[in-house]
């Protein structure tokens, strides 16, 4: 059987496709029955809670599995899919961090202090906020060091061969009266 959303294969066992998320379920129904009845509010709801929960969870397991790229997919459908979710805020988490592993500081620190808007007690969140502020710091403090070094450089105009050189001609003439010293 396949998805006819996607075009996965699925077994007779799967509630869900792997590959794009759809009910399983609901795909079987729409191709029984031409006549597609609505579902109830409360099926809708419950399908909706176990779906966002499907991509949060192979979110966390790409995550484990180092597919950045792939969790960041996941964890953005979860929030797609159910904005309100009582796990949001880990999913906001999970997101930042992957945002932050592939490179995107801004999204990262907006996605962290999304989970912080919805949990200001989020102990996790408060820490990589920190985490995060502090490394942006220590990067201004190594361009500002980096700045003032080439600063210096050029109001001395002294190449760096020419200092290397002195200080081992030094060097050397004090080897050689330690050596004849002796």
Not at 62 to 85: H, Q, R, S, T
Not at 88 to 101: A, S, W
């Amino acid at each position: 059987m396949f998805c006819t959303q996607c075009g996965q294969k699925y077994s007779p066992n799967d509630r869900f496709c792997t590959k794009c998320g759809a009910s399983i379920n609901s795909l079987k129904e729409k191709k029984v029955s031409s006549s597609f009845k609505d579902e109830t509010r409360e099926t809708e709801c419950k399908e909706t809670i176990e779906r966002a929960s499907f991509f949060h969870d192979r979110g966390i397991k790409k995550m484990l599995e180092k597919d950045y790229k792939g969790a960041k997919g996941d964890f953005e459908k979860v929030i797609e899919i159910y904005p309100n979710a009582p796990f949001i805020e880990e999913t906001y988490l999970n997101l930042g961090v992957m945002y932050l592993r592939l490179g995107n500081e801004s999204k990262a620190l907006s996605a962290t202090k999304k989970a912080l808007e919805i949990n200001p007690n989020y102990l996790d969140a408060k820490n990589n906020l920190n985490r995060m502020l502090n490394q942006k710091k220590r990067i201004l403090n190594q361009k500002k060091f980096d700045s003032a070094i080439s600063f210096i450089s050029r109001v001395f105009a002294v190449p760096a061969g020419i200092v290397i050189f002195s200080l081992l001609r030094v060097f050397l003439k004090e080897l050689m009266q330690a050596l004849t010293n002796q």
